[in-house]
Nanobody
């Protein structure tokens, strides 16, 4: 079993910053990619940013230049630094990870989500 626990969400004014963290634990043999998605009320879940084990990154168009994804492989943790936040960034942010368990099974897991609210 693999568990993902997010932290760092909250309420911030427009133009402010927040840093999200997501720690993976459990029977982890390897983590290939980790990512952040978000879902606003009435909207589909969308990719915010993703990072591979080698450090290659990919960002959603709406956050390029404002958000930065990074990971600490030794801690099985992924971070999302969010700067210049806008009210439209308000959403529940979900962490995602995929890889292999020690059993050899492939996993693709989601965290429970953390609320980010940006006030105007």
């Amino acid at each position: 079993q693999v568990q993902l626990v997010e932290s760092g969400g909250g309420l911030v004014q427009a133009g402010g910053s927040l840093r999200l963290s997501c720690a993976a634990s459990g029977s982890i043999f390897s983590i290939n990619a980790m990512a952040w998605y978000r879902q606003a009320p009435g909207k589909q879940r969308e990719l915010v940013a993703a990072i591979t084990s080698g450090g290659s990154t990919n960002y959603g168009d709406s956050v390029k230049g404002r958000f930065t994804i990074s990971r600490d492989n030794a801690k099985n943790t992924v971070y999302l630094q969010m700067n210049s936040l806008k009210p439209e960034d308000t959403a529940v942010y979900y962490c995602n990870a995929e890889g292999l368990e020690y059993s050899g099974s492939y996993y693709y897991h989601w965290g429970q989500g953390t609320q980010v609210t940006v006030s105007s």
